[in-house]
């Protein structure tokens, strides 16, 4: 596989579905196939071995199997752009799309010409998803309000499982601009130890980036920049 195509993963219950998909970004220079499969809980290993760029997940059938992985797809591997395919686009769906961190939210009406530009833009970092809010007044009300009332308990949620001693040493660390190799020499273990701390701390943090989890975790009061 080449490192300048982007890398995509395709997760659906039907197969005519992921064929489809396939066919239609086949002829697409730079866009690449890296994988298809049926939902399960196994794929998840099967991504994180080599994860795509951008993961296609249709959620027809049983909606809450394909938000749920979804959503453990960002939490496992938070740098995957997850667009989520729908036959069924509705405001309760859209929220927990959002919910579930979702970069893109398409009704599978979508011609292969606008798939393939929602994949480029999520492969660049943005959140198309968000833009359906800005047409649609009474679901951002509704959405903004939901958020607020769930945000005291997310937050504690998120922090059920607080980092560790050594992994808040190690965020301290990457606050102060030091990489992983450096952090590695500083506390005397070896390099992958420490990129197994990260993707921990990315995880518990709900974070993209380690500067994300750097700023979230200031926020939440778990480290600080003197």
């Known amino acids: ?18 064929q489809g998909i396939e066919h239609s970004l086949s002829s697409v220079e730079d866009i690449e196939i890296s994988g298809a499969a049926e939902l399960n809980a196994g794929v998840l290993s099967t991504i994180g071995n080599l994860p795509p760029d951008v993961a296609l997940v249709d959620i027809d059938g049983s909606s809450d199997n394909g938000l749920t992985l979804a959503r453990k797809i960002k939490q496992h591997s938070p740098s ?33 010409d606008q798939l393939v530009d929602i994949i480029r833009r999520v492969a660049r970092g943005e959140h198309p998803i ?6 649609r007044p009474k679901v951002a009300e509704q959405v903004l309000h939901q958020f607020q009332e769930l945000s005291q308990r997310y937050e504690a949620e998120a922090f059920i499982s607080p980092l560790t001693p050594r992994e808040t040493e190690i965020l301290d660390y990457i606050a102060q601009g030091y990489l ?19 993707t921990s ?12 989890a750097v700023v979230l975790a200031i926020k939440q009061g778990l480290i600080s920049i003197s």
């Open 130 to 135: 968000n833009e359906g809010l800005t047409t």
């Open 80 to 112: 995957i752009g997850v667009i989520v395919l729908t036959s069924n686009a509705n405001d309760a769906q859209l929220f927990q799309a959002l919910k579930a961190q979702a970069a893109a939210y398409l009704e599978k009406e979508v011609t292969a």
């Open 1 to 18: 596989m080449k490192k300048n195509k982007i890398q995509v993963f395709i997760l659906s219950q039907q197969f005519l579905l992921r």
């Open 201 to 212: 701390i990315l995880r518990k943090l709900n974070a993209n980036a380690r500067t994300d």
């Open 180 to 198: 992983n190799k450096q952090i590695a020499v500083k506390l005397g273990i070896s390099e992958q130890t420490i990129k197994n701390h990260v």
